[in-house]
């Protein structure tokens, strides 16, 4: 079965660090990605998606992407962090055949400290 | 920007009664929309998909009888918890997409339910 993971579930990091987030799915087939992000007591919103084309995706806030299709792998970066990036950060995945369903991985919960 | 919006946000109910959680698509026509649970600390689990003027689909282990959506318009879909239990407290999230395929999809602020 497809399945998404993401190996941090928790991650601290301090201002202007670097982040990097992974994101691993199993499907050898065609796939479409995401990253959403949930502020604190906010719905999710998507910060960028993958179709096709550059491997390498910009996505808002600074957030970047890239979907390396060997390692099965569309891990989300952004190289300096602020106290504002304070969320819950879920890779997502649309399968070839699955319409417009989405499987989520577990989520990352990245707090910033000042 | 495409919105959602999920009413209520928040409802807390008796064991043994229903509840209805209404999803809208407030500036577009959405003929599928998604009804997910989020268990605390875990992900998104999709329950069921959506169809307007059609059946819903529902995954794998997911209690159609219990869980029953109806998506009567293009911009309305409802998910009733029929006979809710303590073990059916959760959040519920729905999402919708302005366009058919290879789009994103937009969330609601999801639904605290909670069963006494």
């Known amino acids: 079965a497809q399945s998404v993971s993401q190996h941090n579930h928790h991650v601290i990091l301090s201002e202007a660090a670097s982040l990097e987030l992974g994101c691993n799915y199993s499907?050898?087939?065609?796939?479409?990605l995401f990253w959403y992000v949930q502020y604190p007591g906010q719905h999710l919103q998507l910060l960028l998606k993958?179709?096709?084309?550059?491997?390498l995706v910009k996505g808002i806030k600074g957030f970047e992407a890239e979907f390396i299709k060997s390692k099965f792998s569309f891990n989300l970066r952004k190289p300096s962090v602020q106290w504002s990036d304070t969320a819950e950060y879920f890779c997502?995945?649309?399968?070839?055949?699955?319409?417009?369903?989405?499987?989520f991985g577990t989520g990352t919960q990245l707090k910033v400290e000042l | 920007g495409a919105v959602v919006s999920q009413h209520p946000s928040r409802v807390i109910c008796k064991s043994g009664t229903s509840v209805k959680i209404e999803c809208r698509s407030l500036?577009?026509?959405?003929?599928?929309m998604f009804w997910y649970r989020q268990f605390p600390k875990q992900s998104l689990m999709l329950m069921a998909t959506?169809?307007?003027?059609?059946?819903?689909?529902?995954e794998q282990g997911v209690e159609k009888d219990k869980f029953l959506i109806n998506h009567a318009s293009l911009t309305l879909s409802t998910l009733t918890v029929t006979s809710a239990h303590p073990e059916d407290s959760s959040f519920y999230i729905c999402?919708?997409?302005?366009?058919?395929?290879?789009?994103?999809?937009?969330f609601g602020n999801g639904t605290r339910l909670t069963v006494t």
């Open positions: 999402s919708a997409s302005d366009r058919p395929y290879n789009s994103p999809l937009h």
């Open positions: 499907y050898g087939g065609t796939v479409n």
């Open positions: 993958y179709f096709s084309g550059d491997p």
């Open positions: 997502a995945v649309k399968f070839t055949g699955g319409g417009n369903k989405l499987t």
């Open positions: 500036d577009f026509q959405a003929t599928t």
């Open positions: 959506s169809n307007e003027g059609s059946k819903a689909t529902y």
